[in-house]
């Protein structure tokens, strides 16, 4: 595709609810990072993949949050039992290669609010 | 700690000023900066970035400086416009590793 899709671009649910985001990278591009950004803060790192598996999932917070690439092009994050605190923008963005020298480029985002 | 700071936290200016946000880092090992504009409600999208060995790169109006001795950049922003209004992330990427340790980002606001 021409750019980074995310949807829905909007979500609200009620608390302890599952919600599954959605990304759709650059076509060809390897590698996916999904974060989480507040308002007023920078984006937050959660996970980076690497083809179809998770290279680095270390800044998931917690084991409510998972994420998928299963066929190394579309991923999905999903969050369990979601908390208010959950609230925020989850940004999707992919790269060609996944090198620390390349722009990563940013879908819209989802705006997540957790009631 | 890898950290990004950024100043002014927010910054008002008329059309057709310039103006300068800054930019201080604490990463190590050091691979390169860049700035990303953040319009409101989109995804960040890259305006420069900027190797150790380089200490200034222009994009258009855009003009950002690197002095990597004091672990400083700056972004310069001429005869600003409208459109000019979101807000500036400051980015570093440590060498071992591709993570990005992001700034909060300054909020610039353009007033005609």
């Known amino acids: 595709g021409a750019g980074v899709s995310q949807t829905p671009s909007n979500k609200v649910t009620e608390k302890g609810k599952y919600v599954e985001l959605r990304c759709d990278p650059i076509s060809g591009h390897t590698a996916l990072y999904w974060y989480r950004q507040s308002l007023g803060q920078g984006p937050e790192f959660l996970i980076y993949f690497q083809g179809t598996g998770a290279a680095d999932d270390s800044g998931l917070p917690n084991d409510r949050f998972f994420a998928v690439r299963p066929e190394g092009s579309v991923s999905t994050l999903k969050i369990q039992r979601t908390e208010r605190g959950d609230s925020a923008v989850y940004l999707c963005a992919s790269s060609l290669k996944g090198t620390g020298e390349e722009t990563q480029y940013f879908g819209p985002g989802t705006r997540l609010l957790v009631l | 700690k890898n950290q990004v700071e950024q100043s002014p936290q927010s910054l008002i200016i008329l059309e057709g000023k310039n103006c300068t946000l800054q930019?201080?880092?604490?990463?190590?090992?050091?691979?390169?900066l860049r700035w990303y504009k953040q319009d409101t409600g989109r995804g960040p999208v890259s305006l420069t970035i900027m190797t150790f060995s380089e200490n200034t790169k222009s994009n258009g109006r855009y003009t950002a400086t690197l002095d990597a001795d004091t672990k400083q950049s700056s972004l310069h922003i001429t005869a600003s416009q409208l459109s000019d209004s979101a807000s500036y992330i400051c980015v570093v990427t440590c060498d071992s590793n591709y993570q990005l340790i992001w700034g909060a980002g300054t909020k610039l606001i353009i007033k005609p």
């Open positions: 930019c201080n880092y604490t990463v190590s090992p050091f691979s390169n």
